[in-house]
């Protein structure tokens, strides 16, 4: 219990904290100018950028608002706010609604991108134990971080500012960027920083000498950006152009080079365990956010528990969103998958993915990370990490390219490593229907509850074209997400996402 007092007395201080840090007159300035002296500097703003680029993810649970409540898929049972969300009401007023259409934390996590690239090499004149090698990890990071945050801005949003200086950081008269141009710029610089970014951290690779900050490779393993993530990042921006040679290219990358990062496909066990993939950090989690609770990260909002647990999981009456049984049943219609699965009678044969299946509210139960990875109940306190990318996303993306690109026996392969993974039976057009289909359906099982799904409708609907409404919301720009009205009054020079005037 003292442990659990001191756990929440510190994330009171850090939300605290991390509220100043987001305010557009920053306390910090006066101090910003006696920070760029020493190596202990660099890596605490190093990591500050990537705390601001979680901070941006998870306020409001966004990262599963945005891809995940989208859908429509989930039914609400009372929040109107998930439920504008679902209906598409983006518009809508109310305060989570609001704070999802301002772009504002994402853009406090480029402006501390900008400075760490700019005030950075002062250090190595004035530290010499920080070197050029040092440096060179550090800005990769720094530039992987900031073309990171411009890839979610332009999946919400489309056009958006573009802003490189830290002297640009109000931007009160800054216009959007297309968002053709945008993407290709966010390429460049991931290719970029792709080229200093380490396989993994302080096992001596070329690109990051020795043990990295002086910490062993246990200490890095699913926190920092790794030129696997920075691949997988490039990939996913393919998809969303629909340029699937690069899907294809970078997947491949991907694929080759996954074993010397020591990244596994998860295992079954792991990936539903309270303490399994989703507890604390590790390689396997090809680019992450971890809440670890060693480290007094856990919380008890920012965490997709908060939206999907209930009984007989945690101490909660009713999920704020969940799958009903003929969700479930028609997404998970295959005997033997060890994920869920149910007899001829209709229960379940295993409940790995979901509690209470016969119940009023089925409880999506994949992710329960509680406290330090424990089962109990009575203190909702949760420490997942967001999973941004993993392995088993990457063969199912590579699976979709080959599909596209007419390579049907590749992607055949990819698609069988993961349903075989997960006790299924080979992929049989006969029984598992059309291949592209099959595909976004295992993504769908595999993936659920990890911030995929939205955007994975968005592709599955742009490949196959016969939805008429979902066609027409893509082309009118009714997958992007309204601009909050006080950064319109704020910046003159913004313009309205069209569908949304």
């Given at each position: 219990m003292k442990k659990i007092l001191y756990n929440l007395s510190f994330l009171i201080l850090l939300c605290t904290g991390?509220?100043?840090?987001?305010?557009?007159?920053?306390?910090?300035v006066v101090s910003e100018e006696n920070m760029w002296e020493k190596i202990e500097d660099t890596r605490a703003k190093l990591m500050g950028v990537y705390a601001m680029t979680k901070s941006a993810l998870v306020d409001h649970n966004a990262f599963w608002l945005y891809g995940e409540v989208?859908?429509?898929?989930?039914?609400?049972?009372?929040?109107?706010?998930?439920?504008?969300?679902a209906d598409n009401e983006l518009n809508a007023n109310d305060p989570t609604l609001e704070a999802l259409r301002?772009?504002?934390?994402?853009?406090?996590?480029?402006?501390?991108a900008n400075i760490f690239l700019e005030r950075a090499p002062e250090v190595l004149e004035k530290d010499q134990r920080y070197t050029q090698n040092n440096l060179n990890v550090d800005i990769a990071q720094a530039r992987f971080l900031r073309a990171f945050a411009y890839f979610n801005l332009t999946r919400i949003w489309g056009n958006v500012p573009l802003i490189t200086r830290s002297d640009e950081g109000s931007f009160t008269t800054k216009k959007q960027e297309e968002k053709g141009k945008l993407?290709?710029?966010?390429?460049?610089e991931l290719q970029q920083a792709a080229l200093d970014l380490p396989v993994r951290y302080s096992v001596n690779e070329p690109e990051q000498l020795g043990n990295y900050?002086?910490?062993?490779?246990?200490?890095?393993?699913?926190?920092?950006?790794?030129?696997?993530?920075?691949?997988?990042?490039?990939?996913?921006?393919?998809?969303?152009?629909e340029n699937y040679p690069n899907v294809a290219t970078y997947t491949a990358y991907v694929m080759d080079n996954y074993s010397r990062a020591n990244i596994n496909y998860v295992a079954t066990s792991s990936l539903v365990s309270p303490s399994g993939f989703f507890y604390d950090k590790h390689s396997s989690q090809m680019l992450a956010f971890?809440?670890?609770?060693?480290?007094?990260?856990?919380?008890?909002?920012g965490q997709v528990e908060e939206l999907t647990l209930a009984a007989p999981i945690v101490n909660k009456s009713i999920p704020d969103m969940y799958y009903t049984k003929e969700t479930i049943s028609s997404v998970f219609n295959e005997?033997?998958?060890?994920?869920?699965s149910i007899d001829t009678l209709g229960n379940p044969v295993n409940e790995n993915y979901f509690r209470n299946f016969n119940g009023r509210y089925p409880i999506l139960s994949k992710i329960k990370c509680i406290q330090g990875g424990n089962t109990d109940p009575s203190f909702r306190i949760f420490s997942s990490?967001?999973?941004?990318?993993?392995?088993?996303?990457?063969?199912?993306?590579?699976?979709?390219?080959?599909?596209?690109?007419?390579?049907?026996?590749?992607?055949?392969?990819?698609?069988?490593?993961?349903r075989e993974n997960r006790g299924l039976p080979i992929y049989d057009e006969t029984i598992n229907g059309d291949l592209v289909d099959a595909i976004f359906l295992e993504r769908r099982r595999e993936l659920m509850g990890e911030g995929h799904r939205w955007y994975d409708l968005v592709r599955y609907h742009k490949i196959k074209n016969n939805d008429p409404k979902f066609v027409q919301l893509i082309n009118e720009g009714g997958i992007y997400w309204p601009i909050a009205e006080s950064l319109i009054r704020q910046n003159g020079l913004l313009e309205q996402n069209n569908f949304w005037q």
């Amino acid at each position: 219990m003292k442990k659990i007092l001191y756990n929440l007395s510190f994330l009171i201080l850090l939300c605290t904290g991390c509220s100043k840090m987001l305010d557009i007159d920053s306390t910090r300035v006066v101090s910003e100018e006696n920070m760029w002296e020493k190596i202990e500097d660099t890596r605490a703003k190093l990591m500050g950028v990537y705390a601001m680029t979680k901070s941006a993810l998870v306020d409001h649970n966004a990262f599963w608002l945005y891809g995940e409540v989208r859908s429509g898929e989930y039914a609400i049972p009372s929040r109107m706010d998930l439920r504008a969300i679902a209906d598409n009401e983006l518009n809508a007023n109310d305060p989570t609604l609001e704070a999802l259409r301002n772009w504002r934390r994402w853009y406090a996590a480029v402006n501390e991108a900008n400075i760490f690239l700019e005030r950075a090499p002062e250090v190595l004149e004035k530290d010499q134990r920080y070197t050029q090698n040092n440096l060179n990890v550090d800005i990769a990071q720094a530039r992987f971080l900031r073309a990171f945050a411009y890839f979610n801005l332009t999946r919400i949003w489309g056009n958006v500012p573009l802003i490189t200086r830290s002297d640009e950081g109000s931007f009160t008269t800054k216009k959007q960027e297309e968002k053709g141009k945008l993407m290709a710029w966010i390429e460049q610089e991931l290719q970029q920083a792709a080229l200093d970014l380490p396989v993994r951290y302080s096992v001596n690779e070329p690109e990051q000498l020795g043990n990295y900050y002086n910490e062993a490779t246990s200490r890095w393993d699913g926190t920092l950006a790794t030129k696997i993530a920075a691949y997988a990042i490039l990939a996913h921006l393919s998809a969303w152009q629909e340029n699937y040679p690069n899907v294809a290219t970078y997947t491949a990358y991907v694929m080759d080079n996954y074993s010397r990062a020591n990244i596994n496909y998860v295992a079954t066990s792991s990936l539903v365990s309270p303490s399994g993939f989703f507890y604390d950090k590790h390689s396997s989690q090809m680019l992450a956010f971890p809440s670890i609770w060693g480290h007094a990260e856990a919380n008890f909002t920012g965490q997709v528990e908060e939206l999907t647990l209930a009984a007989p999981i945690v101490n909660k009456s009713i999920p704020d969103m969940y799958y009903t049984k003929e969700t479930i049943s028609s997404v998970f219609n295959e005997a033997k998958d060890e994920r869920f699965s149910i007899d001829t009678l209709g229960n379940p044969v295993n409940e790995n993915y979901f509690r209470n299946f016969n119940g009023r509210y089925p409880i999506l139960s994949k992710i329960k990370c509680i406290q330090g990875g424990n089962t109990d109940p009575s203190f909702r306190i949760f420490s997942s990490a967001l999973v941004f990318s993993r392995l088993e996303d990457m063969t199912l993306l590579r699976a979709e390219a080959l599909a596209v690109l007419g390579d049907r026996n590749g992607s055949v392969e990819l698609l069988n490593n993961i349903r075989e993974n997960r006790g299924l039976p080979i992929y049989d057009e006969t029984i598992n229907g059309d291949l592209v289909d099959a595909i976004f359906l295992e993504r769908r099982r595999e993936l659920m509850g990890e911030g995929h799904r939205w955007y994975d409708l968005v592709r599955y609907h742009k490949i196959k074209n016969n939805d008429p409404k979902f066609v027409q919301l893509i082309n009118e720009g009714g997958i992007y997400w309204p601009i909050a009205e006080s950064l319109i009054r704020q910046n003159g020079l913004l313009e309205q996402n069209n569908f949304w005037q």
